[in-house]
């Protein structure tokens, strides 16, 4: 394979885990795929928050679909999701139609009534859905297929699939590619700790936190444990005092961590930052998110 960089790639087998793009991928490889996909939007709405208590509500709909209701970033509750049949991956965009649905949705169930214009933040994701023949979106399965091509060097193509079941997926993958490509499969990853999760007690983590770094605040302090886990000491294995930890970019997050966002979570821009590697862009003000842009923006 030729890569944009113009250095070139060369190997026995290839997973095609394209998501969304897989059936593109591989009518750039010239494969015809006996399985397909089906593009499926779903949205989600965030609004203040509709009720107390940390619990989820499941709202029963009319057209026979659930609605989540879920306690959200500390003041807000997130609603979703939608089923929305779609052309293309670059259709992950919320419209109007979904907005009033999700509102109705919360409305049927909850005192508290809100209306578009209560909406204080969205997103929406494109499901690559396994394509089962089901006449509607709601009924497409949620099961994942594993399509294997051995014409040629072996190809994987993952059809459908979750981040909750990845590595249930990732080892059925490796169990299916293990025979053509003459390795031995076997499971090494089921009970391992994620990336900073390695953390026996989370309270007494966040004391230790506070304790080390007591200029963080503890409000601070208790939101990067909870994003960083115990990654966090190799953020901050410089950082002796306030001053160390650089500009304010916004919302708390510093120079060093932004700087640790760009190269070690692979934020490209504030947006990433904002809204996705953390919700801090919910507690912002227009003016803020601006400032924190600009500031992202010049970071060298």
Known sequence: AHLSD?????????????????????????????SGVRLV???????????????????????RRIVFAIPYQDGFTEIGTTDVPV???????????????LCEAANRHFTRQINPA????????????????????KAVTRDYVLELDTNGPTLLSIFGGKITTARHLAEE???????????????VTRARAFPGGAIPAFPQYVAQVCATWPFLGAARAERMAHAYGSMLPDMLQDVKSAEDLGQDLGGGVSE???????TREWARSAEDVLSRRSKIGLHLSETERSAFEAAWDALA
Request: net charge negative; no cysteine; charged share 20%.
């Open 256 to 262: 060093v961590e932004a700087r640790w966002l760009r």
């Open 118 to 137: 209560d909406v204080t933040s969205t997103w929406s994701g494109v499901r690559p859905l396994y394509d089962d023949g089901a006449s509607e979106a």
């Open 41 to 63: 939007k779903g949205s989600h709405i965030v609004v203040p928050r509709l009720y107390d208590g940390d619990h989820a509500y499941i709202l029963q709909q009319p057209d």
């Open 6 to 34: 113009g250095s070139s790639v060369a190997a026995r087998g290839m997973v095609n885990a394209a998501g969304p793009w897989v059936s593109q991928l591989l009518g750039r490889l010239g494969v015809n795929a006996a």
């Open 173 to 187: 993958a490796l169990e299916k590619l293990s025979t053509p490509m003459g390795f031995s499969a076997y499971p």
């Open 87 to 101: 052309d293309a991956p670059e259709d992950a965009v919320i419209d109007q139609d979904e907005i009033a649905y």
